[in-house]
């Protein structure tokens, strides 16, 4: 199974809040997991230099490390196939609703010992070189369960049924390859 990140588009779209407070409220929550229990905040999704794309046309304007910013087009579209695999939490913004898919499955593949690590004391801060543990099950969108923190990873299923039903707004690298 070939393991990808995924990355916004060159020059897409960020998001940002009417205050500081929102921002923080929103970041902190996304972060520390209590995706269930953010209030609606109204977002505002900004325009990258991407600029020859209405924001609107994106089915994932955005995303975060723990998951997907998608529209009610790219909800309605990828849920089914990534169901299980994590929630979706709606947020309001200016150009309309957006759905916030928070990753929760999480994979034990990870080789801590092969894999190098940009490291500042004693953190592990992000990977330069995955190297992955033999598995038999695959999820299509999955968190390491070892390295907290850390974006999602997808698989090959995942960028298929990206492309089957053209979705539009990420980018994937490989990363690395899992033996079955």
Not at 35 to 44: A, D, G, T, V
Not at 65 to 75: C, I, K, N, S, V
Not at 132 to 142: G, V
């Amino acid at each position: 199974m070939m393991v990808f990140e995924f990355l916004p588009i060159e020059g897409g779209t960020f998001y940002t809040c009417d205050s500081k407070k929102d921002l923080r409220d929103i970041m902190d929550g996304l972060f520390s997991g209590n995706f269930k229990e953010l209030p609606n905040k109204h977002i505002r999704l900004t325009q990258g230099t991407h600029r020859n794309k209405s924001i609107e046309n994106f089915d994932f304007p955005s995303f975060h490390p723990d998951g997907l910013l998608a529209t009610l087009a790219g909800m309605k579209t990828i849920s089914p196939f990534i169901e299980q695999c994590g929630c979706w939490t709606e947020f309001y913004s200016i150009q309309g609703p957006l759905y916030y898919f928070s990753v929760t499955k999480e994979v034990d593949i990870l080789d801590v010992n092969e894999t190098k690590f940009i490291e500042c004391d004693g953190y592990k801060l992000g990977v330069t070189q995955y190297a992955f543990k033999p598995c038999t099950k695959y999820w299509p969108i999955f968190r390491l369960s070892n390295l907290k923190g850390h974006f999602p990873l997808v698989t090959e299923s995942f960028i298929e049924f990206y492309n089957q039903n053209k979705l539009t707004g990420l980018r994937f690298k490989l990363v690395g390859e899992v033996e079955s």
